[in-house]
């Protein structure tokens, strides 16, 4: 029961090109959701994030945008850079309960020059 | 001045052996959780704890026992190892307010072998 759904597990960008990361998830009663990038040998890291109350939030060259109907969001990184590449972790809290996040199952982002 | 810090890193053992994973954080948080990333990259929550108290036990065996001694650790305590529990371990930790990120350690590769 995959509530949180990345059904790519890999993407290749140039550098300077945008990223497109996509995430899909299945309990319409998720209403936060959280970005994390992960290097090889280190833990995941926080990124971005963005409430149901939201459709859009950015952060610098990253933007989350969230489609509530079609219970899909996506992570936009532009420029994309060679330090980009890492894996991104998809994630959701049920009911703004931070202690059980749910995991996807992550991208690996590739920026090559 | 590693925020979360788990040991060991890497720890390879047999089949029906009892091991240990330690962690720390330094974040003055009070929040900390134990996650399993396996073979097919699934990142789940095991257990979390607030301020030394059990909140989430999330359906794992009770061969593993997590231990906090204070909370700013949180160790985890592994009996009668099987070749299942292969994995990649990571602690993490939170203020544990709503939406707060969680803070991860760089997680240790258990292989039981």
């Known amino acids: 029961d995959q509530q949180v759904k990345q059904n790519s597990p890999s993407l290749s960008v140039q550098e300077g090109r945008i990223s497109i990361l996509n995430c899909d998830y299945t309990n319409s009663m998720f209403d936060y959701f959280l970005w994390y990038k992960k290097y090889p040998a280190e833990g995941p890291t926080f990124l971005i994030s963005?409430?149901?109350?939201?459709d859009k939030n950015e952060d610098g060259r990253f933007t989350v945008f969230l489609n509530k109907s079609a219970k899909h969001l996506s992570l936009h990184i532009v420029p994309s850079q060679p330090g980009d590449s890492a894996v991104y972790f998809c994630?959701?809290?049920?009911?703004?309960?931070?202690?059980?996040?749910?995991f996807g199952t992550g991208t690996r982002l590739q920026v090559f020059p | 001045d590693t925020a979360v810090s788990q040991t060991p890193k890497y720890l390879v053992t047999q089949m029906g052996n009892d091991k240990s994973i330690k962690c720390e954080q330094n974040l003055g948080h009070d929040t900390m959780y134990w996650y399993k990333q396996d073979s097919k990259k699934f990142l789940k929550i095991m257990f979390s704890?607030?301020?030394?108290?059990?909140?989430i036990n999330e359906t794992v065996p009770n061969r593993f026992s997590p231990k906090s001694p204070d909370k700013a650790h949180l160790n985890l305590h592994i009996n009668s190892l099987e070749l299942g529990d292969s994995a990649v371990y990571f602690c993490?930790?939170?203020?544990?307010?709503?939406?707060?990120?969680?803070?991860f350690g760089n997680g240790t590769r258990l292989t039981v072998t």
């Open positions: 994630a959701a809290p049920p009911l703004y309960n931070t202690d059980k996040l749910i």
């Open positions: 704890y607030n301020n030394k108290e059990l909140i």
């Open positions: 963005i409430s149901s109350i939201k």
């Open positions: 993490a930790s939170s203020r544990g307010q709503n939406n707060s990120p969680l803070h």
